[in-house]
């Protein structure tokens, strides 16, 4: 992954302990990834740091190997949980992304006797406090989660020494600023912050002069953003053609591996259920499905049982799936950063990937916002519909019987799960209860983010 022309660094060459080397040699990485080489040593040296970096550039080690440098002092075997307080938060907007910062923290901090856990909402709170009472030194946290065991007196933030947002433009985007407010409001002042974020909007910037002391800033999301590893493309398509297109483009491609982004949820599931029925295993992930089949279903598509995962925006945000080779947009993103975050999955680690977007005539204002973004402009290529299922590229909004095998699934409204549904009718009565009336409405906020995408 060495697209600069900076002389060629080994991680051995970086301040980092033995232990930690050894950790990283496991992995089989041995020379940093730009984001890696510019941020560890100005983390090590105990600067607060702005990193514009997005999934796939080897950002969680790049935060995480430093971390891990400056906690090493405090590296404990002693069983006391007053020896293990919490002087690293890493605060991250998804489950899956909290799952996967935590699964790094354990692969490089193997060999020293830090302890890590992670927390995040949509399961089981009890379950995850006698991690937390037993003393970690570092915390994975969604910040309602975190709030959420704050109020239970399940743990301290007094002792908190480094604070990491990762994929802050998402903890903003997702209504998290007033959690954010709240959990700053609890950590010392004297302490290191890193802030991680695929864009540097304006209310990064503020939320950055607010809470960062005098921050070094990197960058080094460009070749993602570029997608110079990754063949990008667009079909237009009749919107009444699309999953036909869809399934057309699977076949033709060859692939082992899919991954599919819809906007909404509904989308969704309903892509994931036709995909299935036309003989291609597929399964969705969105904010909808319970922790555990979320991770079911990455789990099947990352073991190959499930060929075509279909995920919403925030579903799919810091998913690390290996060796990606295509990414489908069925439909374009509301917000044209989410483009560069959907190919992003894609290309990863300097490998070569594909994006195809399925574009119809209403989503071309989209496409145009997108281009902007990227400073360049895609060829409009037409998607190709197998015969039988084409129709004009201007078809009228009613969908003829004969076209395609309609679903009646499609007319019906949305309904959530049923135990999805009385999970978050408890959560949001237990947050009315617990919560100040000023709080609310924050708390709210946040019950339906977390359960949202
Ligand atoms: P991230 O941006 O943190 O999601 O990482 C993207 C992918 O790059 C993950 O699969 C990492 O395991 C991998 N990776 C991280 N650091 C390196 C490295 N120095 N060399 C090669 N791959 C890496």
Known sequence: MDDSSAPKLLFSSLALDPLILRAIEETGYTEPTPIQAQAIPHVIAGRDLMAMAQTGTGKTAAFTLPMLQRLLPHASTSASPARHPIRALVLAPTRELAIQVHESVVTYSKHVPLRTTVVYGGTDIKAQKPALMNGVEILVATPGRLLDH??????????????????????????????????????????????????FSDDIKKLAQEFLVDPITVETARRNAAGENIKQSVCMVDHHDKFHALVELIRSRGVKQVLIFTRTKLTAAHVSKQLERSGIPADAIHGDKTQQERIKALDAFKS?????????DVAARGLDIDQLPLVINYELPTHAEDYVHRIGRTGRAGASGEAI??????????LVEIEKLLNRKFPREAAVVPSGYQKPFKAAPVRSHKSAPVDDWFSKPYEPSVSQKSKEEQAVASVAVNRKPQQQVAALFRVRNESAE
């Open 357 to 366: 977007s399925l574009v119809d005539s209403e989503e071309e204002r989209r």
């Open 150 to 199: 704050v109020e239970s007196r399940n743990l301290q933030l007094n002792q908190v020494q480094i604070l990491i947002l990762d994929e802050a433009d998402r903890m903003l985007d997702m209504g998290f600023m007033p959690d954010l407010k709240r959990i700053l409001a609890l950590l010392p002042k004297q302490r290191q912050t890193l802030l991680f974020s695929a864009t």
């Open 304 to 312: 190959g049982a499930v060929m075509a995962l279909v995920a919403t």
